[in-house]
């Protein structure tokens, strides 16, 4: 089964820095799909960025990137600028495109961002 | 579209006592998910529908724990007696095919 590991409880960052988030995933399929989702305080679960497997070029969503390294099997979120309003819990997601669609979630890092 | 639907938002119960909760996916999506989220254990999968059909219901806890989905718009968490153990925020979430999920706002659960 694959499996998705975060390896950041928490980050912290400074108001309008930079941040990095870790993810790493373990897999034997060629194609699948990767998320990241965000989790403020109000619990709600919000979609950030989705990469595909099979495209090379790495996705971006205004001040949020990733840097997916298929071989290595990492799945990072970067966050530039940040803003109070990032602060919220950070889910990375695996989603296969054979294996019924399942789907799996890392255990989360807490982003913190400091005024 | 008003996006997936869950309700009660907050449900408070007894030990002992049946609880249900609600959702309704986006209109289209073809899967179904419900997740359970708590502090000890993160985001848990417990079952998943695509075309109204179960897929894996693995990550159901034990037989308290019941869902179905009677139609393409409507599915049921159900547990059955409840302990206090299970208090947690119960998440539904859709999708179309291997696309992203679309959660629902999530329902709290107390059993005291």
């Known amino acids: 089964a694959q499996t998705v590991t975060q390896s950041q409880p928490e980050m912290s960052v400074q108001e309008a820095e930079t941040v990095t988030l870790s993810c790493t995933y373990d897999?034997?399929?060629?194609?699948?799909?990767l998320f990241w989702y965000k989790q403020p305080p109000s619990r709600q679960m919000i979609l950030v960025i989705r990469?595909?497997?099979?495209?090379?070029q790495n996705a971006t969503e205004n001040r949020f990137s990733v840097n997916f390294q298929k071989a290595a099997k990492s799945f990072s979120l970067k966050i530039s600028d940040s803003q109070l309003g990032d602060a919220a819990m950070y889910f990375c997601?695996?989603?296969?495109?054979?294996?019924?669609?399942?789907?799996?979630f890392g255990a989360g890092t807490r982003l913190t961002v400091k005024p | 579209d008003a996006g997936v639907i869950q309700s009660p938002r907050h449900e408070v119960t007894e030990m002992g006592q049946e609880v249900t909760l609600r959702c309704k996916p986006i209109?289209?999506?073809?899967?179904l998910f419900w997740y359970r989220q708590t502090m000890m254990r993160g985001l848990e999968l417990l079952i998943y529908?695509?075309?109204?059909?179960?897929?894996?219901d693995s990550g159901m806890p034990e037989d308290r724990f019941s869902a179905k989905m009677p139609n393409a718009s409507f599915s049921t968490l159900k547990i059955q007696p409840s302990e206090p153990r299970d208090s947690a925020v119960y998440f539904c979430?859709?999708?179309?095919?291997?696309?992203?999920?679309?959660f629902g706002p999530g329902t709290r659960l107390t059993v005291t």
């Open positions: 979430a859709s999708s179309y095919r291997s696309y992203e999920q679309y």
């Open positions: 897999t034997s399929e060629s194609d699948y799909y």
């Open positions: 990469q595909e497997a099979y495209k090379q």
């Open positions: 997601a695996y989603r296969s495109v054979y294996n019924n669609n399942d789907m799996r």
């Open positions: 209109s289209g999506h073809d899967y």
């Open positions: 529908f695509n075309n109204n059909v179960p897929i894996d």
